[in-house]
């Protein structure tokens, strides 16, 4: 068995760890949308046409929870 890594705070964030929450930090206009627009029941509802982009820390990330929703055609490149 591979050993892992935990990176967990030392203490709580109430937005981060009870997202999507009631925000403890002044949030970027897209994210007061995505929160006021894309809840239903507790849970954020992701529109076809975005995307959810989560951190590869989820205690230590600015994605999704505080920029708010990428829309596909402003996130897919293509080649040079």
Not at 31 to 59: C, I, T, W
Not at 70 to 75: A, E, G
Request: charged share 20%; with cysteine; net charge negative.
């Amino acid at each position: 068995m591979e050993p892992y890594a935990v990176h967990k705070t030392a203490y709580t964030d109430s937005y981060r760890d009870t997202f999507p929450g009631e925000p403890n930090v002044p949030l970027p206009d897209p994210a007061v949308q995505m929160l006021e627009h894309n809840v239903k029941n507790g849970e954020v509802v992701v529109p076809e046409d975005s995307y959810f982009a989560m951190g590869d820390n989820r205690d230590n990330s600015a994605d999704s929870r505080y920029w708010g929703l990428s829309h596909v055609r402003t996130s897919l490149a293509s080649p040079c």
